[in-house]
C-alpha cells in the first residue's frame, strides 16, 4: 500500500542551525501538507501545497518556515535558525482531494 | 477557542471491554469529519470518514457516529484489544483540517 515516508525519523540540532525536513508523499496525489505536534498537544497545521505553490498557511508558518518541492517527488521543510521551541514532530501529509490527509510516520525534532 | 473538542481526555480500560469517546465541534458546515488513530511517536491513521449527511460508519470494531444537528459525534471501540493503546483524534474539516487534542486510551489486560 502507498504511504508517505518522511526523513529523518529523528534529528537533532542545535539552537539557532538551519533544518531540512524530508518527505516523499504518495505519488499520485497533488495536495501536500506539514503539519506539526508538540509532545502531548494536538496537531497543528502548518501549511498545505498545491500547484507548485503554497495555498495556504498558519501563523505558526512564520518567515523562518519555507516548502519546496525540489523535484517531482519530494516535498521538503526547511527551519531557518531553530529555537527550542520548535522542539515537535513534524507531519508530512498528502492527499488526492482537498479534505483528505494521510501522514507520514513523522520527523522527530529536537532542539539543544 | 478550540473548533473540535473531544472527552474524556484519558481514559483506561480493560481488555475486551467496550469504550465510547466523544467529540463536540463548531465547525459548520464541513465536508467530512473523520477519526484518526495515532499510536505513540507515530503519525494519525484515519480509521472513519463521514461526511456531512451519514449517520454511521464502522470500520472493524470502530464504529463512529455523527449527529450534525448537535455537532457531536462518537468512536465505539468494541472488545478492546492491547493494541488499541492510542490517542484518538477527532477531524473536522473545512477550508483546512481542525484537530482535537485526542482521547487518549490505554488498554489494560
Known amino acids: 500500500e502507498p504511504e508517505v515516508t518522511q526523513t529523518p525519523s529523528h534529528q537533532v540540532t542545535q539552537m539557532g542551525q538551519e533544518v531540512i525536513l524530508r518527505c516523499v508523499p504518495i505519488?499520485?496525489?497533488?495536495?501536500f501538507y506539514w503539519y506539526r505536534q508538540i509532545l502531548g498537544q494536538k496537531v497543528e497545521f502548518l501549511v498545505s501545497?498545491?500547484?507548485?505553490?503554497?495555498?495556504?498557511k498558519s501563523e505558526i508558518f512564520d518567515d523562518q518556515f519555507s516548502v519546496e518541492r525540489p523535484d517531482g517527488s519530494n516535498f521538503t521543510l526547511k527551519i531557518r535558525s531553530t529555537k527550542l521551541e520548535d522542539s515537535a514532530m513534524y507531519f508530512c501529509?498528502?492527499?488526492?482531494?482537498?479534505?483528505?490527509?494521510?501522514f507520514g510516520q513523522g520527523t522527530r525534532l529536537t532542539v539543544v | 477557542k478550540n473548533q473540535v473538542e473531544q472527552s474524556p481526555q484519558s481514559l483506561i480500560i480493560l481488555e475486551g471491554k467496550n469504550c465510547t469517546l466523544q467529540?463536540?465541534?463548531?465547525?459548520?458546515?464541513?465536508?467530512?469529519l473523520r477519526w484518526y488513530k495515532q499510536d505513540t511517536g507515530r503519525g494519525p491513521v484515519s480509521l472513519t470518514i463521514?461526511?456531512?449527511?451519514?449517520n454511521t460508519k464502522s470500520n472493524g470494531r470502530y464504529t463512529a457516529t455523527l449527529d450534525a444537528d448537535t455537532k457531536q459525534s462518537s468512536l465505539h471501540i468494541t472488545a478492546s484489544q492491547l493494541s488499541d493503546s492510542a490517542s484518538y483524534i477527532c477531524?473536522?474539516?473545512?477550508?483546512?483540517?481542525?484537530f482535537g487534542k485526542g482521547n487518549q486510551v490505554v488498554v489494560i489486560p
Open positions: 501529509a498528502s492527499s488526492e482531494l482537498r479534505y483528505e490527509a494521510f
Open positions: 505519488s499520485n496525489h497533488l495536495y
Open positions: 501545497f498545491y500547484n507548485n505553490e503554497i495555498s495556504e
Open positions: 467529540c463536540n465541534y463548531t465547525v459548520s458546515p464541513f465536508s467530512n
Open positions: 463521514m461526511t456531512f449527511s451519514e
Open positions: 477531524v473536522v474539516a473545512r477550508d483546512r483540517l481542525a
